[in-house]
């Protein structure tokens, strides 16, 4: 279910799909690096500015499920404009920032972001660009991560499926938005 906060800013609202908490595994690939199964929180909330507070925290995790060790850490904030273009400036643990733009598709909640400028630390791997794609699908948030370097061509190296984490805060102020006339049986949903 999509909610549109009271106080989201009216900018804001196209990516509205996007807000709340969420929770998912996932793969990720890529040359040169484990290649392993991860475990992913998303939060993306707002103040009633302009823009989309973005944290992703990710870890390895075993054969069993079981977390091992940090994989990827990012944050940042994103925007849209009148015409649905995204702007996403992102900030890795890795040492990278990156300043994205991409589209709101028409008529239908995914995004297509592609880098615009990257810079890198000393500290940081090599990695001169990347691709992503979000969508929204059956309540649930997908996205797949493209990544180059100087030495690997653009190719997939992440990819998520995520479902939004529900809290009991979500639960009492969906209850209390519930109409007076429920029937007791709730058979009545169903026909």
């Known amino acids: 279910m999509i909610e549109i906060p009271s106080d989201l800013h009216k900018d804001l609202v196209p990516l509205a799909f996007l807000l709340g908490n969420w929770a998912g595994a996932g793969v990720h690939d890529f040359p040169g690096s484990e290649k392993c199964n991860f475990g992913q929180e998303v939060s993306f909330t707002h103040d009633g500015r302009d823009f989309l507070e973005y944290h992703s925290h990710t870890w390895v995790l075993d054969a069993e499920g079981n977390k091992v060790r940090p994989l990827e850490t990012e944050s940042g904030f994103w925007r849209i404009d009148a015409a649905r273009k995204v702007e996403a400036v992102m900030t890795r643990d890795d040492g990278v920032v990156e300043i994205w733009y991409g589209e709101l598709a028409h008529k239908k ?63 009492e102020r969906w209850a209390k938005a519930l109409p007076d006339d429920m029937p007791d049986d709730g058979i009545a949903f169903f026909k």
């Open 109 to 171: 909640p995914q995004i297509d972001l592609v880098t615009d400028a990257v810079a890198r630390t000393a500290a940081a791997g090599p990695y001169s660009g990347g691709k992503r794609l979000y969508g929204y699908v059956k309540s649930d948030l997908m996205w797949v991560g493209e990544k180059q370097t100087p030495e690997v061509e653009l190719r997939p190296y992440m990819s998520a499926h995520l479902k939004k984490v529900v809290t009991p805060e979500d639960v």
